[in-house]
């Protein structure tokens, strides 16, 4: 049994579906600390004038959870990023047979940041023809002690490979929650996070 976890990210660069693709559950880390403009509610996307940021306005509160994170409705971003993506891709292949499934996720009023991500995840994920069985950690009801938010390699969604973080998909760093926690208990805390998970799906390898 192999399984990955991952906190959810907006628009996802396509290693997040590789990884997806090699396990057999993929846990969405949608519990821990979230990062103010991180991969979380941003990304950026190529365009003929060069890379163009697409960031999700939140209502942010220090240590907040990802998903406690709410979307701030008080700007059109929604029909910003929806034609964004419309105007860079609209001649890509088959953009048009994922163009309607992207618009109905964009016109959802859920206005919970992870909520958006799964979705925006599992509509791309489908177009690939990933099947692999999903959970979230909010719902595996696992004990966890105080700041053991951990953050992945960083990435970049749709966009070059070449400008994210080559560091190792499967390295984990704990967030910078407290300034005073010890580093090296804050990797044990954060590991052992890791481990409840995956013992709780009886895992034998974790990617």
């Known amino acids: 049994m192999i399984v990955s976890i991952h906190q959810p990210q907006y628009l996802p660069w396509l290693g997040y579906f590789e990884k997806m693709d090699r396990a057999d559950v993929f846990v969405f880390l949608d519990d821990v600390q979230f990062t103010k403009n991180d991969w979380q509610n941003r990304n950026k996307i190529r365009t ?46 088959h953009f048009a047979e994922l163009e309607p499934d992207l618009s109905r996720v964009y016109d959802e009023a859920d206005t919970h940041l992870s909520s958006l991500c799964l979705r925006l995840i599992e509509v791309l994920g489908g177009k690939l023809g990933l099947t692999t069985r999903t959970a979230k950690s909010s719902d595996l009801r696992l004990s966890k002690g105080p700041n053991e938010g951990i953050r992945k390699t960083d990435s970049v969604g749709l966009g070059d490979r070449s400008e994210r973080s080559e560091r190792p998909i499967q390295s984990v760093q704990l967030t910078d929650s407290i300034g005073k926690l010890d580093r090296s208990r804050g990797k044990e805390l954060a590991t052992r996070r890791l481990v409840e998970i995956c013992k709780h799906f009886q895992a034998d390898t974790y990617y």
């Open 48 to 93: 003929v004038e060069g890379w163009h940021w697409l960031t999700v306005p939140v209502l942010h509160r220090f240590g907040q959870a990802i998903n406690e994170t709410q979307t701030d409705e008080r700007s059109p971003w929604r029909q910003k990023h929806r034609r964004s993506i419309e105007l860079t891709y609209k001649k890509a292949p």
